[in-house]
Structure formats: structure tokens, C-alpha cells
């Protein structure tokens, strides 16, 4: 069966999002998400650990070969609702492509051997990569192996990213107009971010789009949608993830979406795209994280950050085996 066949069985068999609803019974969804992934995937599954965090467990412990870059520092104009840039305090700052450069033979030194390349955006909604290609040409000269942040790229960026040879394109995808307005305070549309998506990949580039599940004030806004629009292109690997609120935002005290909600999504997906490599990232609710793993690894997830041991040791009990990497999840 190819891709395309695959792609329409998956919408046959549960008819797109019109089906489902909170009414949907979610141990049966489970069910036929559980088994499609096992008849069209080997039993392993992937627990993605890179070094941005430091992770420890019984079964694997990492030792900081994947490391995270800003190429803007702490700096992001937009300063949306749900980060204001305190998700790039934590990574290491490279804000001249020149401080690239010199980062790049410093690590590699080290023993590091790949770097998610990112940073805050301008008002415009694009990470400034421009005047860094040249230095990720470099680093991949140094046999990195390369992962890019772009934001709302246009075409020169696209062009120079594939040139520069840069292994994987992470995408932030939205699918509702009034969360792009409300939380990243950009005027655009989800269509922008289509647009973006498809110039990336008429440069052939490997991209990997994101999701955020509950973006808008922890509310489901447009995601089924986009996942679904998402189902209709060349892709490899989808990420997902949810909201986990970040203290002293202006999304601090928000709930996330509920974690029945997001493992119900999460083997939807899985049900519209039969061979579409599905990733859940390090950002989802704390409340009921044990649960929600379990129910994460039933939906028919391929890859997953930052386990629990209980939720390896799940795994391997219902027949999986685990391949740890320390490589960001999208990548695997």
C-alpha cells in the first residue's frame, strides 16, 4: 500500500474530525489507534532526551550531545502570550553568525554532535536565520547534525536553509486566526502559515511541523482542522504538544487542555494518517502525567520526550521495545 493509499484509508476509516467529538468512546479509539500502529510500524518506540534538559532515569541518562542555540539571545519582539520568551533563557545564546561559528568548534570539541538552531521572532513572525546561513553551512561542515527553528520563512530563507544542508525544518503550525491575533499578537492568518510550510517544501527541505494543542488560553481552537489540512502533504513526522503554562506569563495560571483531550486527539491523528511518524515533544500539562504518557504510547505514538520510567516500563510491557536518543524528538 502506498502513502496515498494509506492516507485515504486512515479518513475512510474514521470519516476526518466529523466523527469525533467528546462523545467518541475513547478506549475504542484507543484500540484502533493501538492497532494500526503496530500492523504498519515495528515494535519499537523512540524516548527522545536531548541535552536542553538534563534527564536522568533508570533505563537512560543523557549527556548533553544535542544541545539547544539561540541565534537572538533572550530577545523576542513578539513576546506571545504563552512563553514571552523565557523558553530561550535556557538555551545557549549565539547572537552573531561570527559566535556561531566559534560555538560550533567549540562543542564539537566537546563531543557534541547536534544543535537545534533557534530564537524569538521578529514582528514579523520569522526567526532572523538570513545572515546565519552561512554559518550553518559551517556547522554542518563540522558534521553536526543540524535542526532549524524559522518561523514564517520566505523563500531566500528556504533556498539558503537547503543549500546550507540543514537536516530538519521545525514548523510552529496555527490553525485559528483569533490565537495567531490573540497569543502570538501577529497579523496573520493560518493560511501564512500553509504558505510557509508549502515554500519549505518546494525546496525539498524535511520539515516537521508542530502543533500545539490548547495554544489559545488552553482551549482547542482550530488544531482539528490544521491536522487534518496537515494529513493532505508530503510530510515524515508531525510533532505535537500541549500547553504547560509558564509562570509569570500572562497564560500563568491557565489550565491546559484536558489530558482525555489530548490523547484523543493525539490517536486521531494517528487514524487519519496510518504512516505519518507521530511525535509528542516535552511541552504537555503536568496534571496526570503518568496517565496521559500511558494514554500517549496507546494512541500509537512513534516517538516521545522526556518519560517517566513508569511510562518506558509501560511500553515495554505491551511489546514495544525503546530506542533512547538523545536527538530532539521531531528528528527521530
Given amino acids: 500500500m502506498n502513502s496515498n493509499e494509506e492516507k485515504m484509508l486512515g479518513k475512510t476509516i474514521i470519516g476526518g474530525w466529523t466523527e469525533f467529538d467528546q462523545s467518541a468512546n475513547l478506549p475504542n479509539l484507543l484500540k484502533e489507534a493501538w492497532n494500526l500502529r503496530r500492523r504498519t510500524f515495528p515494535d519499537f518506540i523512540h524516548f527522545a532526551v536531548p541535552g536542553g534538559r538534563h534527564y536522568e532515569g533508570k533505563h537512560f541518562y543523557n549527556s548533553g550531545r544535542f544541545l539547544n542555540v539561540s541565534i537572538t539571545g533572550t530577545s523576542c519582539a513578539l513576546q506571545c502570550d504563552h512563553c514571552q520568551g523565557t523558553m530561550l533563557n535556557g538555551m545557549i545564546p549565539a547572537p552573531a553568525p561570527e559566535k556561531l561559528q566559534e560555538l560550533g568548534i567549540n562543542l564539537r570539541k566537546k563531543g557534541v554532535t547536534g544543535l537545534l538552531i533557534t530564537g524569538g521572532c521578529n514582528q514579523e513572525g520569522q526567526v532572523p536565520l538570513k545572515p546565519f546561513l552561512p554559518a550553518l553551512t559551517y556547522l554542518k561542515s563540522l558534521d553536526f547534525t543540524i535542526h532549524v527553528h524559522t518561523g514564517l520563512a520566505d523563500k531566500e530563507t528556504a533556498v539558503g536553509l537547503k543549500q546550507a544542508g540543514v537536516d530538519k525544518v521545525f514548523l510552529d503550525m496555527i490553525g485559528d486566526a483569533a490565537t495567531i491575533h490573540r497569543v502570538y499578537h501577529l497579523d496573520r492568518k493560518p493560511s501564512d502559515f500553509i504558505d510557509t510550510l508549502e ?134
Fill in 199 to 332: 515554500i519549505l517544501l518546494t525546496e525539498s527541505l524535511d520539515v516537521v511541523p508542530h502543533v500545539v494543542l490548547g495554544l489559545n488560553y488552553g482551549k482547542i481552537m482550530g488544531e482539528k482542522n490544521l491536522i487534518q489540512m496537515l494529513s493532505d502533504y508530503p510530510l515524515e513526522t508531525l510533532v505535537l504538544v500541549a500547553l504547560r503554562a509558564v509562570p509569570d506569563t500572562p497564560m500563568g495560571g491557565v489550565i491546559g487542555p484536558d489530558p482525555a483531550e489530548i490523547i484523543r486527539i493525539t490517536a486521531q491523528t494517528r487514524l487519519l494518517n496510518p504512516s505519518l511518524k507521530i511525535s509528542f515533544g516535552c511541552a504537555r500539562p503536568y496534571t496526570q502525567k503518568a496517565w496521559l504518557e500511558r494514554g500517549l504510547i496507546a494512541a500509537g505514538i512513534n516517538t516521545l520526550a522526556f518519560p517517566l520510567d513508569e511510562t518506558i516500563d509501560f511500553a515495554l510491557a505491551h511489546g514495544l521495545k525503546s530506542v533512547m536518543s538523545e536527538m530532539c524528538c521531531g528528528g527521530l
